[in-house]
């Protein structure tokens, strides 16, 4: 795949490297974020009961409507994290899969879900993705393991220093909030790009590219965000700057090595129907995992996340 467009930017210890694909918007869909503001989507536990590893979504649009994978929804019963990434058809009614972010809490704050602005931290993506890659190939089902994502919220209660009556994961975003925002300020996103890779000390952590530009403006900050939270929760993060050249060539070399499924020991693909329309991708290397979402021979997004939690020692 060749990239258009690439353009450079750092602030301290992140450095990101925005970019426009050949496919982008080719496809047409809102965010879930613009059909919650217009009344068009009700997202709700599955029942009375509820279930933490799902969730009931209603599209009563006449649009496609897109969920990402990593997006925190707030409210109900528990905050949960989404599994995966969802492209719902109009006028439909599923069940997507989901993580809780909450354990403390199981009761509603709210009869509906509502969206938060931050993702979940790029190795708890990566370790939910990993998880949901296995259960796929023994289940297939998209779910995680529930106990991991609980071990990692716990995990970034400690490194930060904070804990809540419910072990929220939301509670730690708000208090590091500013310092968060701080390092936003500089960073914005570039018109007419899609996709985005994001370094640490000349480490690419992730990789992440929307069919949409518009979408991907959208989520460019909670990236942003979601990015931070993994770095600052590192007591050892390194502080050494990206380099853009190094940062430009190792983001078209992982496309290059995508398109011909070969990276590092090589791409380990496996398809499988998505949770909405469409299909997915998954793949996994020694130290990169992911997916793509991909409907009606179009790419909708494509996730590539840094497996190894350390990757700053």
């Not at 993705?129 to 023994?138: E, F, G, I, P, T």
Request: aromatic share 12%; glycine share 6%; proline share 2%.
């Amino acid at each position: 795949m060749n990239l258009e467009n690439l353009k450079f930017q750092s602030h301290e210890n992140l450095g990101i490297v925005q970019f426009r694909t050949p496919s982008i918007n080719t496809s047409d869909y809102i965010s879930f974020s613009q059909a919650l503001k217009h009344r068009n989507l009700k997202i709700t536990e599955v029942d009375e009961f509820g279930r933490v590893n799902d969730l009931l979504v209603t599209n009563d649009s006449k649009n496609f409507i897109f969920m990402s994978d990593g997006d925190i929804l707030i409210g109900a019963k528990q905050n949960r994290v989404l599994n995966t990434s969802v492209l719902l058809k109009p006028k439909s009614k599923i069940r997507i899969p989901v993580s809780c972010v909450e354990q403390g809490r199981w009761r509603y704050a709210k009869r509906e879900f509502a969206e938060s602005d931050f993702y979940a931290p790029s190795f708890m993506r990566a370790a939910k993705a990993s998880d949901v890659k296995l259960n796929l190939q023994k289940k297939k089902l998209f779910y995680a393991e529930q106990g991991k994502v609980w071990e990692n919220v716990n995990d970034y209660e400690t490194n930060f220093g904070e804990r809540s009556e419910s072990n929220d994961l939301g509670h730690i975003f708000e208090s590091q909030r500013i310092r968060f925002d701080h390092q936003c300020k500089s960073l914005r996103p570039e018109k007419h790009s899609n996709g985005i890779a994001m370094f640490s000390g000349g480490r690419l952590l992730s990789i992440e590219v929307f069919n949409r530009s518009d979408v991907f403006a959208e989520y460019f900050p909670k990236i942003i965000r979601g990015t931070l939270f993994e770095i600052f929760s590192m007591k050892d993060y390194e502080r050494q700057d990206t380099r853009a050249a190094e940062a430009l060539y190792k983001t078209q070399d992982f496309f290059d090595n995508f398109d011909n499924s070969v990276y590092m020991d090589g791409f380990n693909f496996e398809e499988h129907r998505g949770v909405g329309v469409g299909k997915e991708r998954r793949f996994e290397t020694t130290h990169m995992t992911g997916f793509e979402l991909e409907y009606e021979s179009k790419q909708i997004h494509l996730v590539a996340l840094n497996t190894r939690r350390r990757i700053f020692s």
